[in-house]
């Protein structure tokens, strides 16, 4: 039997293929100075069509100047940006193909909840009948068809957010911006609305961008998270690789709980000294003899036993503090010199009596210590 021939590209298939695959956004060397202080530094970025990307950050490290570049409500200073094969790195935000919603909403009080979200639908493209109908579109979209004739002070934060959302999404953008649009709110409404948020960006395939310093926000919706710090990129990643795979010393200390540990490279490979005590660090093997490193370990990763049942390495440590949180009970831990935190089941945490003062056994997962070199 004769194989089929292998299909043959055509140009017209590879230019398709080409525009397909490439980024939807593109920040290229965007720099941004506010007189002698530099908020951004040489920042690379790209984005894929329908991609939900979080900027992650502590306050002052740029998210917010980085997403408002990208508006064009300030321009960088130096660099480019592409949107779709297009340079907006200086066109005006009205020229711009994006919706946002901001962390005051931003509503118009003396509008309605329709009028509020049928605001930018004007010109030739939006007669009053399609006008009418896609605000009735978006009001059942975010659940709140029943709230059309009423005022945004007749509402509670999540409908209001639910409103500006639907706003910014009015006019079919391919790009939405989030600037901490759940900031705002209460835990438990915050909770429900960034899964409702996620949903929504997932069924309409709208490249989003989001800024929050909420780790378990970003965790929680994002395709992929880049962490900043002092106006540069840490890591691009997915909330997996980011949790995981730390690739710098702040990474793994901003996202998520981890103790630090300060440590030098001994002898055989593998082992560590930390404040005189020796460890034991996988990761460290290939490291010579005297190397600084500092190490992390995330709290789920480290394991208590009672001291009559300690295994072998392992540090006797004395709980100094805990906190209760539901799901996990967190310890404070002092072992010797060392500060650790632990994370057990309720079930487990009634088992160990692991009340404060009590004494336990406390063993570090080789496999499970991050660690960094130093730069020297």
Same mark, same amino acid.
């Not at 919706?221 to 962490?227: E, G």
């Not at 990763?301 to 540090?315: K, Y």
């Given at each position: 039997?004769?194989?089929?021939?292998?299909?043959?590209?055509?140009?017209?298939?590879?230019?398709?293929?080409?525009?397909?695959?490439?980024?939807?956004?593109?920040?290229?060397?965007?720099?941004?100075?506010?007189?002698?202080?530099?908020?951004?530094?040489?920042?690379?970025?790209?984005?894929?069509?329908?991609?939900?990307?979080?900027?992650?950050?502590?306050?002052?490290?740029?998210?917010?100047?980085?997403?408002?570049?990208?508006?064009?409500?300030?321009?960088?200073?130096?660099?480019?940006?592409?949107?779709?094969?297009?340079?907006?790195?200086?066109?005006?935000?009205?020229?711009?193909?994006?919706?946002?919603?901001?962390?005051?909403?931003?509503?118009?009080?003396?509008?309605?909840?329709?009028?509020?979200?049928?605001?930018?639908?004007?010109?030739?493209?939006?007669?009053?009948?399609?006008?009418?109908?896609?605000?009735?579109?978006?009001?059942?979209?975010?659940?709140?068809?029943?709230?059309?004739?009423?005022?945004?002070?007749?509402?509670?934060?999540?409908?209001?957010?639910?409103?500006?959302?639907?706003? +910014?999404? =009015?006019? *079919?953008?391919? /790009?939405?911006?989030?600037?901490?649009? @759940?900031?705002? $709110?209460?835990?438990? %409404? &915050?909770?429900?609305?960034?899964?409702?948020?996620?949903?929504?960006?997932?069924?309409?395939?709208?490249?989003?961008?989001?800024?929050?310093?909420?780790?378990?926000?970003?965790?929680?919706?994002?395709?992929?998270?880049?962490?900043?710090?002092?106006?540069?990129?840490?890591?691009?990643?997915?909330?997996?690789?980011?949790?995981?795979?730390?690739?710098?010393?702040?990474?793994?200390?901003?996202?998520?709980?981890?103790?630090?540990?300060?440590?030098?490279?001994?002898?055989?490979?593998?082992?560590?000294?930390?404040?005189?005590?020796?460890?034991?660090?996988?990761?460290?093997?290939?490291?010579?003899?005297?190397?600084?490193?500092?190490?992390?370990?995330?709290?789920?990763?480290?394991?208590?036993?009672?001291? +009559?049942? =300690?295994? *072998?390495?392992? /540090?006797?440590?004395?709980?100094?503090? @805990?906190?209760? $949180?539901?799901?996990? %009970? &967190?310890?404070?831990?002092?072992?010797?010199?060392?500060?650790?935190?632990?994370?057990?089941?309720?079930?487990?945490?009634?088992?160990?009596?692991?009340?404060?003062?009590?004494?336990?056994?406390?063993?570090?997962?080789?496999?499970?210590?991050?660690?960094?070199?130093?730069?020297?």
């Amino acid at each position: 039997m004769t194989a089929p021939a292998p299909e043959i590209e055509t140009l017209e298939d590879a230019a398709r293929r080409a525009r397909r695959d490439a980024p939807y956004l593109e920040v290229q060397e965007v720099g941004k100075q506010f007189g002698s202080f530099v908020a951004l530094r040489r920042v690379n970025l790209e984005i894929r069509s329908g991609e939900f990307v979080t900027f992650l950050g502590p306050s002052g490290c740029g998210k917010t100047t980085l997403l408002r570049g990208i508006a064009g409500l300030d321009p960088p200073t130096t660099g480019r940006i592409m949107q779709g094969g297009r340079d907006i790195t200086h066109l005006p935000p009205a020229e711009r193909d994006f919706g946002i919603v901001f962390q005051s909403y931003a509503l118009f009080p003396n509008l309605t909840v329709a009028e509020n979200i049928a605001y930018g639908l004007r010109g030739a493209a939006w007669p009053k009948a399609r006008r009418r109908e896609r605000v009735a579109e978006l009001l059942s979209i975010v659940g709140l068809a029943d709230q059309a004739p009423k005022y945004p002070a007749q509402l509670s934060g999540g409908q209001q957010q639910r409103v500006a959302l639907a706003r +910014a999404l =009015a006019n *079919e953008p391919g /790009l939405l911006l989030l600037d901490e649009p @759940l900031s705002a $709110l209460d835990a438990i %409404v &915050r909770q429900h609305l960034r899964q409702e948020i996620r949903s929504l960006q997932q069924r309409l395939g709208v490249t989003t961008i989001m800024v929050t310093h909420d780790q378990e926000e970003a965790l929680g919706v994002s395709d992929r998270i880049v962490v900043m710090s002092r106006g540069r990129i840490e890591q691009v990643g997915t909330p997996a690789e980011i949790y995981d795979n730390p690739a710098s010393p702040f990474v793994a200390g901003f996202v998520g709980h981890s103790s630090r540990i300060e440590a030098v490279v001994d002898t055989p490979p593998g082992i560590i000294i930390a404040s005189g005590m020796k460890l034991v660090a996988e990761a460290t093997r290939p490291l010579l003899y005297g190397a600084r490193v500092t190490c992390f370990i995330r709290p789920e990763h480290v394991r208590l036993a009672r001291l +009559a049942e =300690a295994p *072998e390495g392992a /540090l006797s440590a004395v709980v100094t503090g @805990l906190e209760y $949180l539901g799901p996990v %009970v &967190r310890l404070s831990l002092e072992a010797g010199p060392l500060r650790l935190l632990a994370a057990v089941s309720p079930g487990e945490f009634a088992a160990l009596e692991a009340a404060p003062g009590a004494a336990f056994a406390v063993t570090l997962p080789p496999e499970h210590l991050m660690v960094f070199v130093e730069d020297v």
